[in-house]
């Protein structure tokens, strides 16, 4: 759903369950997947990333990010490595991208 609204994972049920899905990472970010009956994405971005400015900063570009590429429908987890505060945008879209392409989400 482009320009859309991303539905969120909700509790710790589908967070552990999504450990055992597809994996693929990237210099920024790291994800895991599988298959669902809607999209749904759960971002996770740690303390270690950086003060809440900055993990919030990081997590509004990547929710923007995952509204912009089309996904087919799947339970997926994006967490960001602490070297994602100084991509840029378009670093952090293209390692996205690469990220879903090795977990085989999409093509």
Do not use: Y
């Not at 482009?2 to 055992?20: E, H, I, M, N, Q």
């Not at 990333?49 to 994006?78: F, Y």
């Amino acid at each position: 759903m482009p320009g859309g609204k991303l539905l969120s994972l909700k509790g710790d049920r589908a967070f552990s369950r999504l450990r055992k899905g597809q994996a693929g990472r990237g210099r920024f970010v790291s994800v895991k997947w599988l298959p669902g009956p809607e999209l749904r994405v759960g971002i996770v971005v740690s303390k270690k990333v950086g003060k809440a400015v900055v993990r919030n900063r990081v997590k509004r570009r990547l929710r923007e990010i995952l509204r912009r590429l089309h996904l087919p429908k799947a339970h997926l987890l994006v967490v960001a490595n602490p070297e994602a505060r100084e991509a840029s945008f378009a670093e952090l879209f293209q390692d996205v991208v690469r990220a879903l392409r090795k977990s085989r989400l999409v093509q």
